[in-house]
T-cell receptor
């Protein structure tokens, strides 16, 4: 089946630095990818919809200048957490849909960010 | 986007059948119903998807009544490895996660 891969799987950074997380669709093209974040013992919260070749669409309450999303190709979307702070520590998960809008949504393995 | 309601947690024993029901009263005509499984520190994994009636695959069955205002995920003969959080999602393009059901399977 289709695979979505994230890198890095975990990262630790100092407060104030920026961190980039990559999301790749390995064997299919994804015009749209989704970014979620998940805090411990909580559900996934949709952050934004990443559209290839255009600006991302952010959910209400998500700071677009804080969480920069770039979807430069049909197989790669990146999420950059800028000027990270401890409260940004979370599990970030991307997903991509193969084929039609009703096709299966595949999720990456997740990237755990810890900001010290 | 349709909101979903599921039991917060469920307990079962190995070998039993587990049924998790999800309510989605304001489901739209074009919405599909999809169930995902998530283990700690992993991304969700697709289990099954349906639009109406019954869908079955190698791991689960999904029962959807005619009014589509609810759905039931059925896991036959669960094992310890089925201990996970199960999410019911309703939508067509953008999927919003509800709280999910934390299933604990005991020996």
């Amino acid at each position: 089946g289709a695979v979505v891969s994230q890198h890095p799987s975990w990262v630790i950074c100092k407060s104030g630095t920026s961190v980039k997380i990559e999301c790749r669709s390995l064997d299919f093209q994804a015009t749209t990818m989704f970014w979620y974040r998940q805090f411990p013992k909580q559900s996934l919260m949709l952050m934004a919809t990443s559209n290839e070749g255009s600006k991302a669409t952010y959910e209400q309450g998500v700071e677009k200048d804080k969480f920069l999303i770039n979807h430069a190709s049909l197989t790669l979307s990146t999420l950059t957490v800028t000027s990270a702070h401890p409260e940004d520590s979370s599990f970030y998960i991307c997903s991509a849909r193969e084929g039609s809008p009703t096709g299966e949504l595949f999720f990456g393995e997740g990237s755990r960010l810890t900001v010290l | 986007l349709a909101k979903t309601t599921q039991p917060i947690s469920m307990d079962s024993y190995e070998g039993q059948e587990v049924n998790i029901t999800c309510s989605h009263n304001n489901i739209a005509t074009n919405d599909y119903i999809t169930w995902y499984q998530q283990f700690p520190s992993q991304g969700p994994r697709f289990i099954i998807q349906g639009y109406k009636t019954k869908v079955t695959n190698e791991v689960a069955s999904l029962f959807i009544p005619a009014d589509r205002k609810s759905s039931t995920l059925s896991l036959p003969r669960v094992s310890l490895s089925d201990t996970a959080v199960y999410y019911c999602l309703v939508g067509l393009h953008k999927l919003i996660f509800g709280a999910g059901t934390r299933l604990a399977v005991h020996p």
